[in-house]
């Protein structure tokens, strides 16, 4: 059996996006995902933020969510994701 480390950078990513993606569910659990036009999402938390899966952005101020391929993985990205595969 072969053993992997992993680097303290990777680790630091894969707590940020758990933390990120558990937020996001209580938002789409929660009512707080609204379709709005093609890729475009709103989420309504303690504020409304446009998501455009399409692009991999963020309306949202989180300047410390990962970037995983080329989209930024915030709380509110997480919960369109989310709302999208329920």
């Known amino acids: 059996m072969t053993r992997?480390?992993?680097?303290?950078?990777?680790?630091?990513?894969i707590a940020l996006a758990a933390e990120r993606a558990v937020k996001g569910a209580e938002l789409a659990v929660g009512g707080?995902?609204?379709?709005?036009?093609?890729?475009?999402?709103?989420?309504?938390?303690?504020?409304?933020?446009?998501?455009?899966?399409?692009t991999g952005t963020c309306t949202c101020p989180d300047s410390k969510a990962p970037v995983i391929e080329g989209a930024k993985l915030c709380k509110h990205t997480c919960a369109v994701m989310l709302y999208k595969t329920a």
């Not at 992997?4 to 990513?13: A, C, G, T, V």
């Open 4 to 13: 992997y480390q992993i680097s303290p950078h990777l680790s630091r990513l």
């Open 32 to 54: 707080g995902v609204a379709p709005l036009a093609g890729s475009t999402y709103i989420v309504k938390g303690s504020k409304m933020y446009l998501v455009d899966l399409e």
